[in-house]
């Protein structure tokens, strides 16, 4: 790979200030604005030094609002068909094999780690480029002079602080990187040498995916098999068994049809599930608890889907940055499942919309904050979806904006405060509440997703972004 090496403190920028905020320099917590830096140099833009690409982030808002927090994703902003896929790992291992079959396809990754020996995970990021043998070579961004030697991870400081010098444990979180560069189709795998497993195992989402590779990407996809599809695994009991279930894993198996590939190990069981919906089943409609847990969408364009599937067939739409959704589910697997990698959440949005989400591209709002009408359920939407109008979705302005029963300020109207970016639907005719949107002295009566109403002051109001285009859509699995 041809990259140039970045230091953060480099004297040309360690002193300058990082993103929005006041006091945070490159120099001192520019790890990962530098490791992007590199990669974009990759992907063909070596003019991105760390200062220049510090400005470009700035200048179309790549940075949290007054802070040194960038926003990885955006960087596509910069270097147009660039992007970054971030996954966390901490607390389990690593995804080594799409590692693997990234830097394959010659792609870098951008690679967690925790620097000090002190409790908890201090942040650092580095530059993953070619494996080495069972190991890694990296560019630390650190360092200055950059080093011209070649940073192997096991024998990094890093591996120390892990106390390891696995890989799989060594990194706490990565960002797979893409690019403009269209890739190569990988040909079918020819997996079977002899050696099956005793057992086999059965699809338990359905259209589950059988890959050229061990990793989730449109080049690698095969073939796709409804739920309860038979596999034989082309491996050993000893390694098969403890794969079946487990996130990040993967396992060569063998179809009826003699197809053969990689299926996710967490998405196959060693039994039929009895509730299998036949394929093309859309998904039933639930009613929606009041006092249900609300998510928030921390990305762009995330998609909702009709299942768990990433097939463009399954989009329903897709949601703006911060968009609320009530869980279809327990606060307990709310809880267990937002940030996870490849679990999904049932939803519901403030329109009435239902389907799943990918549970790690979201963050907890709340495991049931209860609103004055709690413990009932949400009624439908009072609209159509498909009419020709379709109702003005709003956000709040302001940390504590009033809902209110009636349209005037007084302690006996109150019904709750709402956070900044709260998501509200306006009740009313559409040309009438648009009208009044920004007006001081105008109220707007609204719904929120949990189901409450109320009137809230139109000055604290603005519209909710548009849906992006499925072009800058994250990827799911």
Known sequence: MTIVQYS???????????????????GAFGCLLTSMSMCASYYGDSTLNPAVLNDKMKAIGGFQAGTAFIVAWMIGKVVPGMSLDYRACKGASAPMAEIDANLAQGRPVIIEVDWSPQAGVQTHYMLLYSKSGSDYLVYDPYPYPTSSGQIKLSASKYATVA??????????????????????????PNLDKGVVASFPVFASAD???????????????????????????????ASAGPKVGAQNTWLPVKAADGSQGYVAAWLVSKTKTGQAPAPGTPPAVVPVPKDAPVVKTSVDALKLRSKPDSTDATILKLYPIGTELKVLESAAEAKRKVGVNFEWLKVSDVTGSQGVVAAWYVSIVSLGVFGPEAQRETAGP?????????????????????????????????IQRLPKDTELIALGKPETNMKKLGRSGKWIRVKDVRGNRGYVAAWLLKERPEAPLPAVAPSDC
């Open 8 to 26: 953060q403190t480099d004297p040309q920028w360690k002193s300058k200030v990082l993103g929005f905020d006041k006091t945070s320099t490159i």
């Open 163 to 188: 106390g390891t010098i696995d890989p799989a444990r060594i990194i706490t979180g990565l960002f797979f990187s893409r690019g403009a560069a269209p890739v190569t189709p990988v040909p079918p």
């Open 207 to 237: 259209e589950l995916a059988l890959r050229s590779q061990p990793v989730i990407a449109d080049y690698t996809l095969l073939k796709r098999y409804p739920a309860n599809t038979e596999f034989k695994i082309l491996e050993a009991d």
């Open 382 to 414: 009072s609209f159509s979806l498909d009419a020709e109008v379709q109702p003005v979705l709003l956000r709040t302005t302001e940390d504590q904006v009033a809902m209110r029963s009636k349209p005037f300020i007084s302690a006996h109207t109150l």
